[in-house]
């Protein structure tokens, strides 16, 4: 046993004869571990033995180590008899929700709803207590914690009790002096008001939240957006038009950008989940005059939110209003100065394709695509290549040969990628990287191009690199012959393919030699 006042900077524990102390990442390892240890103890009859360290591990102060001490105790929670549970489990849970030390109340906090389904009803009033107490904690790390739970425990409770108790507690924790606190109590309340009849939820849920969506502080209205539509389907859909349609039009047009970026993020999801004998009233009475706002915003992260899930919206609304309404916004989207906001609109363009076809598009798609290729962040440049076989398969092989083909081999020197480099002793441009990267490519496209182009215009340039004087070029030869050889027919094999390799299987360089040996093996020309 080592005591706190042993070693300098450490916390006495509840427990000390099961105290262990040393650096955080072998505390952490441990509080995970022993979350495994049932059977090493001997089984569920012994499981309690775990619970005296993780209690300890569950007290200290690294966030982290305590977490996973608690995902260990939630764990083996399930693996304690009835009997064991009230004997063993709920006593650790009471000690830790009373401990003077705010880290084991914080603790305590995920652990109610673990036992509570499997007590006596004198022991769930207990832990019900407790809960409440820890709501109305003085410190707001463990009002944190309790809010971050609150919809958890009432999804294990009677409804009785949801309505007399969590509903009061989810009321103040949501009117709490720290917005961190109220931000979770919104996540909570999505969770209680799954669990309410609809005649509750009116009068126990909606005015909190309501309140909830124009919180003082951003963070809590940002939470709002983001928990949008799973509010929308835990209330229904005529609270959605009574409450949430007015509720989502003001987190649009919100003045911070993060709760904007949010709401418009979540507008195509939202306007899916609308009643079916409204939606299209809702969305071009309500909805859409925000999005047409949105798509000039002076926040290029909002319109790079939008232009992710606008796109989806011409399946809600059909081909005349995607027509009339919908393809000037795309068009303009296509313009945008934020290269994210145009990547983002290329890569939804089949939900276009689905309803007008993506024609109309097609001439202001290729001045953006252009701008794109050549933008000065890679990332651009690599998205848009990411992109381009869903571009041929929308927009078809003669569009693709005219307008992208040339485009694609471009990228193929990319400068951000391939340094090149003229020899003073040869007219060719190359590169090792240049090379190398043929012997990744010519495998996977000898598979579709078949044998005779192959053997014509592949095997050539490969035959030439065998000679190249870096080692690392001569054994992806080797490799790439390897590959190709299923596709060549067997006089190519014997008198071209199987020539090179007996060359590079005499190599100087070790790998060489061993990726032509497996070549020749692999291919049977020895």
Not at 141 to 169: H, N, Q, T
Not at 184 to 203: F, K, M, N, W
Not at 454 to 480: C, E, G, I, Y
Request: charged content about 25%.
């Amino acid at each position: 046993t080592v005591y706190a006042g042993a070693v300098p900077g450490l916390t006495r524990s509840r427990t000390p004869d099961y105290t262990i102390y040393d650096e955080d990442e072998v505390l952490l390892a441990l509080a995970e571990q022993l979350g495994n240890f049932t059977m090493l103890v001997g089984g569920p009859e012994y499981v309690h033995c775990l619970l005296p360290p993780l209690e300890s591990l569950a007290t200290v102060e690294e966030t982290v180590v305590r977490d996973k001490a608690v995902e260990s105790l939630r764990k083996i929670s399930h693996e304690h008899s009835p009997v064991d549970l009230e004997v063993h489990f709920e006593p650790l849970v009471k000690r830790l929700a009373s401990g003077d030390w705010f880290t084991s109340r914080t603790s305590a906090c995920g652990l109610f709803s673990v036992c509570y389904p499997r007590v006596s009803s004198t022991v769930k009033a207990e832990i019900r207590q407790h809960f409440r107490t820890l709501c109305s904690d003085d410190t707001p790390m463990v009002r944190r914690a309790a809010a971050s739970k609150l919809g958890e425990f009432a999804k294990v409770l009677e409804l009785e009790y949801v309505k007399s108790d969590i509903i009061s507690l989810f009321t103040a924790l949501a009117s709490d002096e720290q917005d961190s606190v109220r931000l979770l109590a919104v996540e909570a309340g999505v969770s209680i008001a799954t669990l309410l009849p609809q005649e509750d939820l009116e009068t126990l849920v909606m005015p909190t939240l309501r309140q909830a969506a124009e919180d003082k502080s951003w963070r809590v209205r940002y939470m709002v957006a983001d928990k949008f539509s799973d509010l929308q389907k835990a209330v229904g859909p005529e609270i959605t038009k009574n409450d949430l349609v007015p509720a989502f039009q003001n987190l649009l047009k919100d003045c911070e950008a993060e709760v904007r970026a949010a709401a418009a993020n979540k507008v195509k999801e939202f306007c899916e989940n609308l009643p079916e004998d409204s939606r299209e009233t809702i969305i071009m009475t309500h909805i859409l005059p925000c999005v047409k706002e949105l798509v000039s915003d002076t926040n290029q992260h909002v319109k790079s939110a939008l232009a992710s899930v606008i796109m989806g919206l011409s399946t809600i609304l059909g081909k005349d209003n995607t027509v009339e309404h919908l393809l000037p916004l795309f068009l303009a989207q296509l313009k945008d100065e934020c290269p994210e906001v145009r990547l983002n609109i290329i890569s939804n363009l089949d939900c276009v394709n689905e309803v007008i076809g993506i024609r109309q598009l097609s001439q202001s798609l290729l001045p953006a695509i252009v701008e794109l290729a050549e933008d000065a962040k890679w990332r651009v440049r690599l998205a848009i290549i990411e992109y381009m076989p869903l571009l041929a398969g929308q927009l078809g092989v003669e569009f693709f040969d005219e307008k992208l083909n040339s485009l694609c081999m471009a990228w193929l020197v990319d400068h951000g990628r391939f340094i090149l480099k003229i020899s003073a002793h040869d007219n060719n441009i190359v590169h090792i990287h240049y090379r190398d990267i043929s012997h990744y490519r010519i495998p996977a496209l000898s598979e579709v191009c078949g044998q005779e182009i192959t053997t014509k215009h592949m095997l050539p340039v490969v035959f030439k690199m065998s000679n190249d004087q870096v080692a690392n070029v001569r054994f992806n030869v080797a490799k790439s012959l390897q590959k190709i050889g299923p596709v060549l027919d067997s006089n190519c094999l014997q008198t071209e393919v199987k020539p090179v390799l007996e060359k590079l299987a005499s190599d100087q360089d070790m790998d060489v030699k061993y990726f032509a040996q497996e070549a020749i093996s692999v291919l049977s020309l020895a």
